[in-house]
């Protein structure tokens, strides 16, 4: 017993005792925990397919062109194209998914971009409004627009624009009820429905005379 004791005596004489080393070790994970040091997104994105939470590289291809950021990932692709690329056209109005005002093309389909996450974005193919006024040429949906008077305020405009150019490119030929049912994801505070369903029905047509004559799209 009395080696047993001896080696004992040592551990203690050195700083090394059991003891001790359990009590370091609990401070030293408490305290990394309370700093933050243990969280899971500050990994590397390649050793743990995680980014952030600071800015990591995004790249958009937007109208065309190729654009590079860094962003936080939490940052929606609607913030990133108006705060960081100067692209306004989609508006925030209720900033949760309900009145389409932020309405663009992921891939020729109709997002909200108040819901889609920049980051989420990379690889595809973005389109805002801007992309169909280009070369001062209105797109045919915008031409009808303005004929039959369906804006007022202005707010949900370039939603609703995407919105029916969306549409129109699956259903060339709709009825007023299609345009009623497949519109429904946007909102106009104004109320100016009747207006919209009647520059739809002549952009077909203008557009089925021209032989798809979106030529911007």
Same mark, same amino acid.
């Given at each position: ?11 203690? @004489? ?5 003891? !001790? =080393? ?19 997104? @500050? #990994? ?11 800015? &990591? ?9 190729? *654009?590079?950021?860094? /962003? ?13 690329? !100067?692209?306004?056209? @989609?508006?925030?109005?209720? !900033?949760?998914?309900?009145?389409? #005002? ?11 971009? %108040? ?13 805002? $409004?801007?992309? =169909? ?11 009808? =627009?303005?004929?039959? !008077?369906?804006?007022?305020?202005? =707010? %949900? &405009? ?6 029916? $150019? ?12 299609? $345009?009623? *049912?497949?519109?429904?994801?946007? /909102? ?7 207006? $919209? ?19 911007? #799209?």
């Amino acid at each position: 017993m009395k080696p047993k004791k001896e080696k004992g005596r040592k551990r203690e @004489a050195d700083g090394v005792s059991r003891r !001790d =080393f359990l009590k370091g070790a609990g401070v030293a994970v408490s305290g990394s925990v309370l700093a933050g040091e243990t969280r899971a997104t @500050a #990994a590397p994105a390649g050793e743990a397919g995680l980014v952030g939470p600071g800015e &990591t590289p995004v790249t958009l291809r937007v109208n065309g062109q190729t *654009k590079r950021l860094n /962003l936080e990932p939490r940052v929606t692709l609607l913030d990133a194209l108006r705060d960081r690329l !100067d692209i306004t056209g @989609a508006k925030r109005v209720c !900033d949760r998914g309900v009145c389409g #005002a932020c309405t663009m093309l992921v891939d020729g389909q109709p997002v909200y971009g %108040c819901t889609m996450l920049a980051i989420e974005a990379e690889g595809h193919d973005v389109t805002t $409004i801007e992309h =169909f006024s280009q070369g001062g040429k209105l797109h045919p949906v915008m031409s009808a =627009f303005v004929e039959h !008077d369906a804006q007022q305020c202005g =707010f %949900c &405009t370039p939603g609703f624009v995407m919105a029916c $150019i969306a549409f129109l490119q699956s259903h060339p030929n709709p009825s007023q009820e299609d $345009i009623r *049912k497949n519109l429904g994801g946007n /909102l106009c505070r104004c109320g100016t429905y009747a207006g $919209i369903r009647e520059a739809v029905m002549e952009a077909a047509q203008t557009m089925g005379a021209g032989n798809g004559g979106s030529s911007n #799209a």
